[in-house]
């Protein structure tokens, strides 16, 4: 989104189960994101049942006490940048828009961290921005971080018109990168004033994960801070791939490279993008390798794993065609192809259809199915 940006840099325990909250709720990262049952508010219908102020509009916008100044200039924004996608692609989403403070954030529920600004496509059509970026972790306090919100805004509502564009992927990282991408084209057109200090917004911190790969692999579970870094990568890929480029005509090439419903690993991805736009490898540099997770093989499943209570997780790389069966501390779930994250207590297992296990560990992991 960038579904990103989040704060509350506190303790790593009350990270991982945020980060374990985002795993449940958010749609893109993993078998464990189910909709909304219809019995339970959507995050639209909760955010309408604060009965917060609200401007009309083309892209209403519901807004905290105070924050009427802020909620007009971002409609104004995002208004601007939703009519701009619809001319350039021929096609029309509807966008709502919520600009919270924390304590209306934390009131609406089930949403990322704050300040994590989000689009939430499959729960009304709803881009939740936070009044303030400056807390979250890892930035440059001397950098306009107004501006590098403004940007995100414009990557929330890409997310939105992902889904109409059929442009969600066959992984996490190009779900991000499509999106940063259409913000990318639109900023450079009429915001070109927002892509240098987005670019410039990072502080010189060296990053555990350093691949895009890490990012399919586990998502959020590298850390807010590091899942910052990698979308401001995905900023600075994205300049190169769509300046001086057609954005429809873009969008027509990934929508062929990229069919719905097709499974392919980060390297076939950065080989279709490569394709699309030749030197985006080069670009990308170490950023496409493999992923930095040590690989884990199967072990003998246990009849009494010794769990913790602490959260652990592991990523999942299905290079099959098809779903694979598994039991996951002895719940039955279906593994999709593609990547995906998985959460649970440390020392717990997943028993495969080999009848070996996955036993969850306290530093991330990956395994490969075939």
């Not at 955010?47 to 802020?70: C, D, F, I, M, T």
């Not at 950023?287 to 999942?316: D, I, N, S």
């Amino acid at each position: 989104m960038l579904r990103l940006f989040s704060a509350r840099p506190s303790g790593k325990s009350h990270v991982i189960a945020c980060m374990l909250l985002c795993c449940l709720l958010c749609s893109r990262t993993g078998r464990a994101q189910a909709a909304p049952a219809s019995s339970t508010p959507n995050a639209l219908s909760r955010l309408l049942a604060l009965r917060l102020a609200r401007v009309e509009g083309s892209v209403p916008v519901y807004y905290s006490a105070g924050l009427k100044a802020l909620a007009l200039r971002d409609q104004a924004e995002i208004t601007d940048c939703a009519a701009w996608y619809s001319k350039q692609l021929h096609v029309s989403v509807p966008v709502t828009l919520a600009v919270l403070d924390r304590n209306d954030w934390e009131r609406v529920g089930g949403l990322m961290g704050y300040p994590m600004a989000q689009a939430l496509a499959d729960q009304g059509d709803v881009i939740f921005m936070p009044d303030s970026f400056a807390s979250y972790p890892g930035q440059k306090m001397h950098v306009d971080l107004a501006k590098k919100l403004a940007f995100i805004s414009f990557h929330e509502t890409g997310h939105l018109y992902q889904r109409a564009l059929h442009l969600e992927g066959p992984d996490l990282f190009l779900q991000e990168f499509s999106a940063t991408m259409l913000a990318t084209a639109y900023a450079l057109v009429r915001r070109p004033e927002l892509i240098g200090p987005t670019l410039g917004s990072r502080a010189d911190a060296q990053q555990r994960y350093t691949s895009f790969e890490d990012m399919d692999l586990i998502y959020e579970g590298v850390g807010f801070d590091n899942y910052d870094w990698l979308q401001v990568e995905t900023v600075r890929l994205a300049v190169y791939f769509v300046k001086g480029q057609d954005l429809a005509s873009l969008v027509m090439k990934m929508q062929a490279a990229f069919p719905e419903g097709r499974a392919m690993s980060n390297q076939q991805v950065f080989a279709s993008l490569d394709a699309i736009r030749p030197g985006v490898l080069s670009q990308a540099g170490s950023l496409a390798r493999p992923t930095t997770l040590k690989r884990m093989e199967p072990e003998t499943c246990l009849a009494a794993p010794a769990k913790q209570p602490l959260t652990g997780l592991f990523g999942v790389r299905n290079d099959s065609n098809h779903g694979i069966a598994v039991v996951d501390d002895g719940i039955e779930a279906v593994l999709p192809p593609g990547y995906t994250a998985e959460y649970g207590k440390v020392g717990s297992q997943m028993k495969l259809p080999s009848g070996e296990c996955v036993t969850y560990p306290k530093v991330p992991g990956y395994i490969v199915l075939q």
